[in-house]
């Protein structure tokens, strides 16, 4: 099976690698010096244009948003082979989605959406939890390509269903973060150290993954690595809220998460997305 990749991120190139372990992997970045170190170190076959991609049985992007998708849609559309599938495994936006498998149906390509979520360490490892979109025949196929990078592939509705639970996903991830930070600064100012505060919270019920895996290497080591950028999980966020706003329902709570992290983003427009907690302390004066 011929697998073009389009996107070697920070998590494009390591699933890339691991699908070469049982597919015949092409792959393509913007910066091509990417795409040739990814060939060299990995023994991926390296594509000289986007078109040749076209070829491929299978094409996998990994892309900032939807509209990065679209643009590479829009220059491979006339060349694809029919019976081709097109697995999206950005974290897109459903009603994009919805849109790109409409117009690939058209040219008898199937399209599922495939966001993932585990991050670079689960990327790292090939153990990632994948949710696709898409209908029984073209789920069976993308599990098939998936599976060398995944712990877990789970088919969770139709086109858009994937991108939606993802977007849901990283919407209740950053308000666990923003809840946690607030947490975390009260426990301060009450006079409780921060390391005693995580110890207990952490063994209680108002632990999350912000208190227990995120938080405590950031705010008592100092060590802020940018692994997913804030720009991206703002994104997320907001795609959620945006569905919550068709689907007409109340979400004070999501609403707010997207506002706050907007604000975050324009004050620090490079950062990684758990920086968001210095944004909280920041608006009452605080630094961890
Ligand atoms: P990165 O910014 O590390 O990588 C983005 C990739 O997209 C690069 O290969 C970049 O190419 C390419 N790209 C950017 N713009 C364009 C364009 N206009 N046309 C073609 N290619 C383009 O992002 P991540 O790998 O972190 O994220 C990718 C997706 O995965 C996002 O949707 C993100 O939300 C999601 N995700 C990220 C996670 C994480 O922990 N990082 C976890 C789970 C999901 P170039 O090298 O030229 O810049």
Same mark, same amino acid.
């Given at each position: 099976m011929r697998v073009a990749f389009l996107g070697l991120g920070a998590m494009g190139f390591p699933i890339a690698r691991n699908l070469q372990r049982e597919h015949q992997v092409l792959v393509w970045n913007r910066t091509v010096a990417v795409a040739e170190r990814h060939a060299r170190e990995h023994g991926t076959q390296l594509l000289s244009t986007l078109q040749e991609a076209? !070829?491929?049985? &299978?094409?996998?992007?990994?892309?900032?948003?939807? #509209? /990065? &998708?679209?643009?590479? &849609?829009? &220059?491979?559309?006339? #060349?694809?082979?029919? $019976? =081709?599938?097109?697995?999206?495994?950005?974290?897109?936006?459903?009603?994009? =989605?919805?849109?790109?498998?409409?117009?690939?149906? !058209?040219? =008898?390509? /199937?399209?599922?959406?495939?966001?993932?979520? !585990?991050?670079?360490p689960g990327a790292e490892k090939g153990t990632l939890t994948i949710m696709v979109g898409g209908t029984d025949e073209a789920f069976r196929r993308a599990e098939a390509i998936l599976r060398p990078t995944a712990s877990k592939v789970v088919h969770v509705?139709?086109? $858009? +269903?994937? #991108?939606?639970l993802k977007a849901i996903n990283n919407a209740m991830l950053g308000a666990n973060l923003w809840m946690a930070a607030e947490g975390l600064l009260l426990a301060r100012r009450f006079g409780i150290a921060l390391p005693v505060a995580l110890d207990v919270l952490n063994a209680g019920s108002g632990r999350s993954n912000a208190t227990e895996?995120?938080?405590?290497?950031? @705010?008592? /080591?100092? /060590?802020?690595?940018?692994?997913?950028?804030l720009a991206l999980h703002d994104k997320?966020?907001? @795609?959620?809220?945006?569905? +919550? #706003?068709?689907?007409?329902?109340?979400?004070?709570?999501?609403?707010?998460? =997207?506002?706050?992290?907007t604000a975050a983003l324009h004050d620090m427009p490079d950062a990684d997305y758990v920086e968001v907690v210095k944004y909280a302390a920041s608006m009452s004066s605080e630094e961890w």
């Open positions: 076209a !070829g491929a049985d &299978v094409i996998v992007t990994m892309v900032p948003t939807s #509209h /990065e &998708v679209d643009e590479l &849609v829009e &220059v491979l559309h006339s #060349h694809l082979k029919p $019976g =081709s599938l097109w697995i999206d495994a950005t974290s897109g936006d459903p009603v994009m =989605s919805r849109r790109t498998a409409e117009r690939l149906a !058209g040219l =008898s390509v /199937e399209f599922v959406d495939a966001p993932v979520t !585990g991050g670079a509705g139709d086109v $858009g +269903a994937g #991108h939606a895996n995120l938080l405590p290497s950031r @705010i008592l /080591e100092r /060590e802020w690595p940018l692994t997913f950028k997320d966020v907001r @795609i959620a809220a945006s569905m +919550a #706003h068709q689907k007409h329902l109340v979400s004070p709570m999501l609403a707010l998460t =997207s506002q706050m992290f």
